[in-house]
């Protein structure tokens, strides 16, 4: 492969170590901010629950006042009942007075379930309260437990990170951009390896997202510095150490018309010989045994 391919797989690699740790920190810190969440959520149950019993207290308090009232209104209907003139006028404070007997009955009914509520939520109140301080407890023990862990983890990025931030200068921007950007649509993989599922049959696929692809692309990764994305899912495509071009390249079963270009690669190669079964205006495939493909 050409130097901004290999720069590529580099930055690939570099990154997917740096991922690596990043992932670790997040799973050890997993439990901890969980535990965060329980309790932020928990806090909200407790604060919610409070301003309902306010509400309650308040709603208490009032009817209180309107029976009290009630309670007023009767007894001064019942003193101007004494004062009757007639029993047509002491017959009309008697309905008033039991007029505001019935309601103040209603009152009654509405505070004796008011206070029922209210009871109720102070109970909630206090076991949320309980389950509040419990948790926080907890959270603050998991805290504890995990710093040094974190800290571990947290050096083993930062140690990583400088060579991800080299490995990123030595890509073009241009092609730096497509990286982070595929990087982020699939959570760092964004170079796929070119793959040959059947070692007898000249076939390749993304190994990424197994799109079969055109034969001559194993030649064109290999031989031209131009990155090359899968025409399916777009990830750059790279040469994996384990798909050498000896491996790679079949040797036709039908000799074809060029029979002078088996020769000239079996004299770069070990057998198997290297032969190219591209379209003729693909690069034919050089292969130095010595060196890995990856950097050829
Ligand atoms: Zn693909």
């Known amino acids: 492969m050409g130097p901004i391919n290999q720069a590529l797989v580099k930055l690939f690699e ?10 670790r920190y997040e799973a050890a810190s997993r439990d901890v901010r969980f535990q965060e969440r ?6 909200a149950r407790l604060d919610q629950t409070h301003h309902e019993f306010k509400e309650l207290q308040a709603r208490s308090a009032n009817t209180e006042l309107d029976i009290k009232a009630r309670e007023q209104k009767i007894e001064h209907y019942r ?12 017959q009309t404070f008697l309905v008033q007075i ?21 009871e109720k939520t102070q109970g909630e109140l206090k076991a949320l309260v309980e389950h509040v301080e419990a948790e926080k407890l907890k959270l603050a023990q998991l805290r504890e437990q995990i710093t040094g862990r974190l800290e571990v983890l947290k050096q083993e990025m930062d140690d990583l990170k400088p060579a991800r931030d080299l490995a990123a200068a030595e890509v073009p921007a241009k092609h730096l951009d497509t990286f982070e950007r595929l990087c982020e649509r699939f959570d760092g993989e964004a170079l796929a390896a070119i793959a040959k599922p059947n070692r007898r049959v000249e076939e390749y696929i993304c190994s990424s997202c197994n799109m ?19 025409p399916s899912c777009r990830r750059f495509l790279f040469i994996p150490n384990d798909l050498p071009p000896e491996l790679a390249v079949n040797q036709p079963k039908k000799p074809k018309k060029s029979e002078g270009k088996s020769a000239e690669a079996k004299a770069g190669a070990e057998p198997p010989t290297v032969q190219s079964a591209q379209p003729t205006e693909a690069p034919q495939v050089d292969a130095p045994p010595a060196t890995p493909p990856n950097q050829a």
Not at 14 to 23: M, P, T
Not at 81 to 86: E, F, H, V
């Open 14 to 23: 570099a990154d997917q170590k740096y991922r690596q740790a990043q992932s």
């Open 79 to 90: 003193e101007q009942q004494q004062t009757a003139k007639n029993n047509k006028e002491y």
């Open 98 to 118: 039991n007029t505001e007997k019935v309601d103040k009955n209603k009152i009654e009914d509405e505070l004796l379930k008011l206070m029922e509520q209210v």
């Open 38 to 43: 329980k309790v932020n959520e928990l806090v």
């Open 212 to 230: 079969s692809m055109a034969p001559d692309i194993y030649n064109r990764v290999h031989s031209r510095d131009e990155p090359l994305t899968c």
